[in-house]
T-cell receptor, first 116, second 111 residues
Framework: QQQVKQSPQSLIVQKGGISIINCAYE??????FPWYQQFPGKGPALLIA?????SEKKEGRFTISFNKSAKQFSLHIMDSQPGDSATYFC???????????????FGSGTQLTVLP | ETGVTQSPTHLIKTRGQQVTLRCSSQ?????VSWYQQALGQGPQFIFQ???????GRGNFPPRFSGLQFPNYSSELNVNALELDDSALYLC??????????FGQGTRLTVV
């Protein structure tokens, strides 16, 4: 019930292309869905996040699409750049609506490589 | 930078020893969480502290323990180290509204 399933495990995209990473969840109590970017030897950095009451959120080249009925959400990276090469993690948590931070349940990660 | 600092950055310990990892939270954040990230995997939740009280715990044995201090800094203690405890240990601080900001982690190697 607490799992977040992420795919693909790895992704290779040409510079300028669109990178798409997908996640699915089971726990309908999740009410906060962030994406994190992690470079080797560094901690995860918050990239963008969405609540289940909206279907899409865009920040710069990064867009989250959210499908509440299917319990799926995805990250789209437009105009992918070599500097975007990193590992991306989706995550989910409960308690956002009540203002109390709860544990993050992470997906298994997607290693993105953007070729120059 | 997130303002969350962890020390040390790297550590090598022998099986059976004890280790203490430290985390300084971002200013104004009263919630701190610890995660274990094995190589090639996503972070796994260990426990969370809110205003010096444990506020949730993941599926980790009691030899993993923690503290949060009045200034909201935190420690993770692991007793009786096992080889499988080798991982990147991440501290994350939150202002209480879902967003978690991670430190750079402590790489623990148990030999």
């Amino acid at each position: 019930q607490q799992q977040v399933k992420q795919s693909p495990q790895s992704l290779i995209v040409q510079k300028g292309g669109i990178s798409i990473i997908n996640c699915a969840y089971e726990n309908t109590a999740f009410d906060y869905f962030p994406w994190y970017q992690q470079f080797p030897g560094k901690g995860p950095a918050l990239l963008i996040a969405i609540r289940p009451d909206v279907s899409e959120k865009k920040e710069g080249r990064f867009t989250i699409s959210f499908n509440k009925s299917a319990k799926q959400f995805s990250l789209h990276i437009m105009d992918s750049q070599p500097g975007d090469s990193a590992t991306y993690f989706c995550a989910a948590s409960t308690g956002f609506a009540s203002g109390s931070a709860r544990q993050l349940t992470f997906g298994s990660g997607t290693q993105l490589t953007v070729l120059p | 930078e997130t303002g969350v600092t962890q020390s040390p950055t790297h550590l090598i310990k022998t099986r059976g020893q004890q280790v203490t990892l430290r985390c300084s939270s971002q200013s104004g954040h009263n919630t701190v969480s610890w995660y274990q990230q094995a190589l090639g995997q996503g972070p796994q939740f260990i426990f969370q502290y809110y205003r010096e009280e444990e506020n949730g715990r993941g599926n980790f044995p009691p030899r993993f323990s923690g503290l949060q201090f009045p200034n909201y800094s935190s420690e993770l203690n692991v007793n009786a180290l096992e080889l499988d405890d080798s991982a990147l240990y991440l501290c994350a601080s939150s202002p209480g509204r879902g967003k978690a900001f991670f430190g750079q982690g402590t790489r623990l190697t148990v030999v």
